[in-house]
Protein backbone atom coordinates (compact mmCIF):
# COMPACT_ATOMS: atom_id res chain seq x y z
CA UNK A 1 0.00 0.00 0.00
CA UNK A 2 1.36 3.34 -0.58
CA UNK A 3 1.87 6.09 1.54
CA UNK A 4 4.42 8.86 3.28
CA UNK A 5 8.14 8.32 4.25
CA UNK A 6 10.61 10.95 4.53
CA UNK A 7 13.93 11.09 2.11
CA UNK A 8 15.52 8.08 2.74
CA UNK A 9 18.49 5.66 1.38
CA UNK A 10 16.71 2.91 0.65
CA UNK A 11 15.18 4.25 -2.25
CA UNK A 12 18.07 5.00 -3.90
CA UNK A 13 17.35 2.82 -7.06
CA UNK A 14 14.22 4.07 -7.46
CA UNK A 15 14.53 7.29 -6.80
CA UNK A 16 17.40 7.32 -9.14
CA UNK A 17 14.87 5.50 -11.81
CA UNK A 18 12.36 8.09 -11.54
CA UNK A 19 14.71 11.30 -11.96
CA UNK A 20 15.90 9.65 -14.99
CA UNK A 21 12.02 9.21 -15.92
CA UNK A 22 11.22 12.86 -15.22
CA UNK A 23 14.30 14.26 -17.92
CA UNK A 24 12.99 11.94 -20.64
CA UNK A 25 9.19 12.25 -20.06
CA UNK A 26 7.75 15.34 -18.19
CA UNK A 27 7.33 18.53 -19.78
CA UNK A 28 8.70 20.44 -17.65
CA UNK A 29 11.19 18.84 -16.00
CA UNK A 30 9.82 19.10 -12.20
CA UNK A 31 11.97 22.10 -10.65
CA UNK A 32 12.92 19.92 -7.90
CA UNK A 33 14.75 17.44 -10.31
CA UNK A 34 15.78 20.26 -12.78
CA UNK A 35 19.41 21.09 -11.03
CA UNK A 36 19.61 16.89 -10.68
CA UNK A 37 20.20 14.37 -13.10
CA UNK A 38 20.48 10.35 -12.40
CA UNK A 39 24.29 10.49 -13.47
CA UNK A 40 25.25 13.14 -10.32
CA UNK A 41 22.96 10.99 -8.04
CA UNK A 42 24.72 7.59 -9.14
CA UNK A 43 28.29 9.78 -8.05
CA UNK A 44 29.94 8.00 -4.71
CA UNK A 45 28.11 9.84 -1.62
CA UNK A 46 26.08 12.33 -3.98
CA UNK A 47 22.38 10.55 -2.94
CA UNK A 48 23.56 10.42 0.28
CA UNK A 49 24.22 13.81 0.31
CA UNK A 50 21.17 14.86 -1.53
CA UNK A 51 19.06 13.02 1.08
CA UNK A 52 20.41 14.99 3.19
CA UNK A 53 19.90 18.56 2.34
CA UNK A 54 16.44 17.47 2.06
CA UNK A 55 15.87 16.46 5.87
CA UNK A 56 17.94 19.64 6.56
CA UNK A 57 15.20 21.71 4.94
CA UNK A 58 12.99 20.89 7.52
CA UNK A 59 14.74 23.17 9.88
CA UNK A 60 14.21 26.53 10.74
CA UNK A 61 17.90 27.23 11.15
CA UNK A 62 19.08 24.85 7.68
CA UNK A 63 20.39 27.45 5.67
CA UNK A 64 19.12 28.12 2.22
CA UNK A 65 18.90 29.83 -0.75
CA UNK A 66 17.25 33.73 -0.89
CA UNK A 67 13.36 33.01 -1.15
CA UNK A 68 13.69 29.62 0.58
CA UNK A 69 11.42 28.68 3.58
CA UNK A 70 11.68 25.18 5.69
CA UNK A 71 10.12 23.26 3.68
CA UNK A 72 9.10 19.34 4.95
CA UNK A 73 9.69 16.90 1.76
CA UNK A 74 8.04 13.61 1.65
CA UNK A 75 8.25 10.42 -0.94
CA UNK A 76 5.21 8.68 -1.90
CA UNK A 77 6.19 4.45 -2.06
CA UNK A 78 5.24 1.43 -2.37
CA UNK A 79 7.55 -1.24 -0.82
CA UNK A 80 10.42 -0.02 -2.58
CA UNK A 81 9.70 1.89 -5.09
CA UNK A 82 9.28 5.72 -4.91
CA UNK A 83 6.36 6.91 -6.60
CA UNK A 84 6.25 10.72 -6.32
CA UNK A 85 7.51 13.32 -4.07
CA UNK A 86 5.26 15.94 -2.39
CA UNK A 87 6.59 19.22 -0.64
CA UNK A 88 4.90 21.21 2.24
CA UNK A 89 6.38 24.80 2.48
CA UNK A 90 6.09 25.69 6.20
CA UNK A 91 5.12 29.23 5.02
CA UNK A 92 4.56 31.64 2.52
CA UNK A 93 6.91 34.81 1.08
CA UNK A 94 5.07 37.12 -0.98
CA UNK A 95 6.66 35.05 -3.82
CA UNK A 96 5.45 32.11 -3.39
CA UNK A 97 2.18 33.35 -2.52
CA UNK A 98 2.00 34.43 -5.86
CA UNK A 99 4.02 31.80 -7.58
CA UNK A 100 4.51 28.65 -5.45
CA UNK A 101 2.29 28.11 -2.51
CA UNK A 102 2.46 25.48 0.27
CA UNK A 103 2.09 22.17 -1.30
CA UNK A 104 3.01 20.96 -4.75
CA UNK A 105 3.71 16.95 -6.09
CA UNK A 106 4.94 15.45 -8.28
CA UNK A 107 4.30 11.47 -9.45
CA UNK A 108 6.95 10.08 -11.79
CA UNK A 109 5.29 9.53 -14.97
CA UNK A 110 5.43 5.74 -14.98
CA UNK A 111 3.09 5.97 -12.04
CA UNK A 112 0.96 8.73 -13.14
CA UNK A 113 -2.99 8.04 -14.02
CA UNK A 114 -3.14 5.62 -11.06
CA UNK A 115 -4.84 7.71 -8.44
CA UNK A 116 -1.39 8.67 -6.64
CA UNK A 117 -1.58 12.50 -7.00
CA UNK A 118 -5.47 12.41 -5.17
CA UNK A 119 -3.83 9.91 -2.64
CA UNK A 120 -0.87 12.27 -1.97
CA UNK A 121 -2.67 14.88 -1.65
CA UNK A 122 -5.20 13.61 0.75
CA UNK A 123 -2.65 12.08 2.82
CA UNK A 124 -0.76 15.69 2.78
CA UNK A 125 -3.18 17.39 4.81
CA UNK A 126 -2.68 16.02 8.34
CA UNK A 127 1.09 16.56 7.81
CA UNK A 128 0.28 20.57 6.56
CA UNK A 129 -2.10 20.68 9.71
CA UNK A 130 0.42 19.24 12.16
CA UNK A 131 2.46 22.44 10.95
CA UNK A 132 0.31 25.01 11.71
CA UNK A 133 -1.10 25.60 8.08
CA UNK A 134 -4.52 25.98 7.54
CA UNK A 135 -5.94 26.68 4.81
CA UNK A 136 -2.97 25.46 2.38
CA UNK A 137 -2.58 27.57 -0.68
CA UNK A 138 -2.07 25.17 -3.59
CA UNK A 139 -1.36 26.33 -7.34
CA UNK A 140 -1.18 24.45 -10.61
CA UNK A 141 -0.82 25.73 -14.42
CA UNK A 142 -4.03 26.53 -16.03
CA UNK A 143 -3.28 23.70 -18.44
CA UNK A 144 -2.56 21.20 -16.34
CA UNK A 145 -5.88 19.54 -16.22
CA UNK A 146 -4.88 16.65 -13.84
CA UNK A 147 -3.34 18.34 -11.23
CA UNK A 148 -6.69 20.72 -11.53
CA UNK A 149 -9.03 17.74 -11.32
CA UNK A 150 -7.11 16.66 -7.86
CA UNK A 151 -7.25 20.26 -6.24
CA UNK A 152 -10.39 20.60 -7.25
CA UNK A 153 -11.81 16.84 -6.45
CA UNK A 154 -9.76 17.86 -2.90
CA UNK A 155 -12.53 20.68 -2.19
CA UNK A 156 -10.45 23.35 -2.37
CA UNK A 157 -11.87 26.52 -3.73
CA UNK A 158 -10.70 28.71 -6.29
CA UNK A 159 -8.93 32.08 -5.32
CA UNK A 160 -7.84 33.13 -8.84
CA UNK A 161 -5.68 33.00 -11.66
CA UNK A 162 -2.22 34.72 -11.29
CA UNK A 163 -0.42 34.67 -15.14
CA UNK A 164 -0.38 31.06 -15.86
CA UNK A 165 -1.20 30.22 -12.36
CA UNK A 166 -4.53 28.72 -10.62
CA UNK A 167 -4.56 29.34 -6.86
CA UNK A 168 -6.80 27.61 -4.82
CA UNK A 169 -7.03 27.16 -1.10
CA UNK A 170 -7.50 23.92 0.68
CA UNK A 171 -8.98 23.27 4.48
CA UNK A 172 -6.44 20.91 6.17
CA UNK A 173 -8.40 20.70 9.16
CA UNK A 174 -10.05 17.32 9.84
CA UNK A 175 -13.44 17.75 9.52
CA UNK A 176 -15.94 17.54 12.40
CA UNK A 177 -18.66 15.56 12.43
CA UNK A 178 -21.12 15.71 15.31
Not at 25 to 51: K, M, N, Q, S
Not at 139 to 163: L, P, V, Y
Amino acid sequence: MSHFVLPDRRFRLSFIAAVREFHDHAEPVPWFVAEVTAERLEAPGAFDHYVDGLLAEQREDAPRRPGFVPVTTLWWVDGEEFLGRLAIRHRLTPELESLGGHIGYDVRPTARRRGHGTAMLHAALPYAHRLGIDPALIMCDNTNIASRNIIEGAGARFADQRGRKLRYWLPTAPIRTS
